[in-house]
């Protein structure tokens, strides 16, 4: 087969009618969408990296400092608590971001 045979093939197969072609074209509303969901993604996926590391590190230096002394458990567990929630606010925000993006932004 020659090639000039097999690039006619090619090009016949993927040869689409012309309302087909019409409809598969991407608007700026569409690339709009995708950029917007793809970003809320990665917000959220970057988001709560930073808080799952702080909380977990706080807990295990909480839980070591609760084995050496037992009796500052209370003031040690409230501690950690507010440390964790303050962390966590960054992941909040993150999510507010998110949402922003996929609900707002589209």
Known sequence: MEIG???TVVQNAMAQPE???LMAELT????L???SFIGAGICMGFGAIG???GQG???GKACEAIGRTPENAGLLTRTML???AVSESTGIYSLV????LVFVLV
Do not use: N
């Open 97 to 100: 971001v998110a949402l922003l």
């Open 28 to 31: 700026a509303q569409d690339i």
């Open 5 to 7: 045979t097999i690039a």
């Open 51 to 53: 808080p799952g590391i």
């Open 82 to 84: 507010i440390g964790q």
């Open 19 to 21: 309302e087909a072609a």
């Open 57 to 59: 590190f706080a807990a």
């Open 33 to 35: 969408r995708i950029a």
